[in-house]
C-alpha cells in the first residue's frame, strides 16, 4: 500500500543552520508528493509540491525535489530561521482511490536563536 | 473569505456524553475531510466525503458519524464518547481546480478531551 516515512524529531537547530529533513515513500504509480507546515495551535498548511518526477518544489527558501529513482521527497533550508520553529509533514497523493491524502508521522523542529 | 471554519476551538467531555464538531468551508470545494491527530501519529483519516451527499469511511471511523449537509458544512458526531477520542481534531477540503487540485486546505482543529 501506499506510505509515507520521515524522520523522527524532534529537529533542534541553531538560527542560520542548514535543515534537512528526510522523506520517503511507498506507491504505486505517480503520486503528487508535498510538504505541509504546523504552526503552533494551528491547522496544517502547504508549504510546497511537486507532481512528477525531477519537480522541485520551493517556498519561503524551502526546497524538495521529487526523486523516483530513490522514492524521496527530502526537504531542505539553507538557513533557518526562529520562525520557522513548527512540525513538518511530508505527504502524497495518488489520482485514484478518493485523492486521499497519505501523511507522514510529522516532524517537530525547533530552532534557537 | 474565511477558509474553512471549525467550532468549537475546545471542548471537554465526561465519558458517555455525545457531541457534534461542526465545520464549514466557503471555498466552493467538493471533497472534505475530516482528521484527527494525536502525538506520535500524524494525521489519521476518519471519514472524507467526495461530493455534497456521498460520505465514505477511513482510516479510522469507528465511534464516529459524519453528516454531509450541503456543499459548504460537513459535521462529525460522536455519538458516545469515549477516553480513547481525545484528540484534536481536523477539518480539511481539497481543490478541484488544475491550479489546485491535489492540495488540502485545513481547518484551525478543535481540542477534545474526553475525561
Known amino acids: 500500500g501506499n506510505s509515507v516515512t520521515q524522520m523522527e524529531g524532534p529537529v533542534t537547530l541553531s538560527e542560520e543552520a542548514f535543515l534537512t529533513i528526510n522523506c520517503t515513500y511507498t506507491?504505486?504509480?505517480?503520486?503528487?508528493l508535498f510538504w505541509y507546515v504546523q504552526y503552533p495551535g494551528e491547522g496544517l498548511q502547504l508549504l510546497l509540491k511537486?507532481?512528477?518526477?525531477?519537480d522541485k518544489g520551493s517556498n519561503k527558501g524551502f526546497e524538495a525535489t521529487y526523486r523516483k529513482e530513490t522514492t524521496s521527497f527530502h526537504l531542505e533550508k539553507g538557513s533557518v530561521q526562529v520562525s520557522d520553529s513548527a512540525v513538518y509533514f511530508c505527504?502524497?497523493?495518488?489520482?485514484?482511490?478518493?485523492?486521499?491524502?497519505?501523511f507522514g508521522a510529522g516532524t517537530r523542529l525547533f530552532v534557537k536563536a | 473569505n474565511a477558509g474553512v471554519t471549525q467550532t468549537p476551538k475546545f471542548q471537554v467531555l465526561k465519558t458517555g456524553q455525545s457531541m457534534t464538531l461542526q465545520c464549514a468551508q466557503d471555498m466552493n470545494h467538493n471533497s472534505m475531510y475530516w482528521y484527527r491527530q494525536d502525538p506520535g501519529m500524524g494525521l489519521r483519516l476518519i471519514y472524507y466525503?467526495?461530493?455534497?451527499?456521498?460520505?465514505d469511511k477511513g482510516e479510522v471511523p469507528n465511534g464516529y458519524n459524519v453528516s454531509r449537509l450541503n456543499k459548504r458544512e460537513f459535521s462529525l458526531r460522536l455519538e458516545s464518547a469515549a477516553p480513547s477520542q481525545t484528540s484534536v481534531y481536523f477539518c480539511a477540503t481539497r481543490g478541484g481546480g488544475r491550479a489546485d487540485f491535489y492540495e488540502q486546505y485545513f481547518g484551525p482543529g478543535t481540542r477534545l478531551t474526553v475525561t
Open positions: 466525503s467526495a461530493s455534497e451527499g456521498t460520505t
Open positions: 505527504a502524497l497523493i495518488r489520482n485514484t482511490g478518493g485523492f486521499k491524502t497519505i
Open positions: 511537486a507532481t512528477k518526477a525531477d
Open positions: 506507491a504505486t504509480g505517480y503520486p503528487s
